[in-house]
T-cell receptor, first 108, second 111 residues
Framework: GQQVMQIPQYQHVQEGEDFTTYCNSSTTLSNIQWYKQRPGGHPVFLIQLVKSGEVKKQKRLTFQFGEAKKNSSLHITATQTTDVGTYFCAGRKNDMRFGAGTRLTVKP | DADVTQTPRNRITKTGKRIMLECSQTKGHDRMYWYRQDPGLGLRLIYYSFDVKDINKGEISDGYSVSRQAQAKFSLSLESAIPNQTALYFC??????????FGPGTRLTVL
């Protein structure tokens, strides 16, 4: 069945360092979304990618969708303490499947 | 998101009890979803509904049932709760863009 794998599970960085989380699907996706969940909060939508090879940027965040539409990545440049939280990818094939998330902690 | 509300926010119950979690939304979306979140497993889809007459099973529907009472209301029931249903439950809505808008969550503990 459809599976979405996300790595790493945890990432601890020094403030100012870069951060990347990767998402891989066992099947070709129609779209992929990224969400951020702050500690104690609920997931909040960041972005959706639809096209093969698509790259989108939001300030220090860069999102990519692979050419085969089976993988995606989120890269944060020069992390800040406000970036702390868990980042989830969610891929849609027949229904929406979330990755397990990458929990980011940032040391000031 | 204040447009999606869930009640109760916290619930402790005993094995075998029937539990209902409720979700209401004022976003006017047709699509509603129930997810559970467990540490290390992310969010898993339990049930979803694309309109009042439409109910679909998700990845982990066993042991759960749902009711879509109106466009704005979608409830999740555990007919006979068991300890491995202890989790954080999220309701979400979406429009045709597929963006999920989550409620604040319900923390359920089954003893």
């Amino acid at each position: 069945g459809q599976q979405v794998m996300q790595i790493p599970q945890y990432q601890h960085v020094q403030e100012g360092e870069d951060f990347t989380t990767y998402c891989n699907s066992s099947t070709t996706l129609s779209n992929i979304q990224w969400y951020k969940q702050r500690p104690g909060g609920h997931p909040v939508f960041l972005i959706q990618l639809v096209k093969s090879g698509e790259v989108k940027k939001q300030k220090r965040l860069t999102f990519q969708f692979g050419e085969a539409k089976k993988n995606s990545s989120l890269h944060i440049t020069a992390t800040q303490t406000t970036d702390v939280g868990t980042y989830f990818c969610a891929g849609r094939k027949n229904d929406m499947r979330f990755g397990a998330g990458t929990r980011l902690t940032v040391k000031p | 998101d204040a447009d999606v509300t869930q009640t109760p926010r916290n619930r402790i119950t005993k094995t075998g009890k029937r539990i209902m979690l409720e979700c209401s939304q004022t976003k006017g979306h047709d699509r509603m979803y129930w997810y559970r979140q467990d540490p290390g497993l992310g969010l898993r889809l339990i049930y979803y509904s694309f309109d009042v007459k439409d109910i679909n099973k998700g990845e982990i529907s066993d042991g759960y049932s749902v009711s879509r009472q109106a466009q704005a209301k979608f409830s999740l029931s555990l007919e006979s709760a068991i300890p491995n249903q202890t989790a954080l439950y999220f309701c979400a809505t979406s429009d045709f863009t597929d963006t999920q808008y989550f409620g604040p969550g319900t923390r359920l503990t089954v003893l």
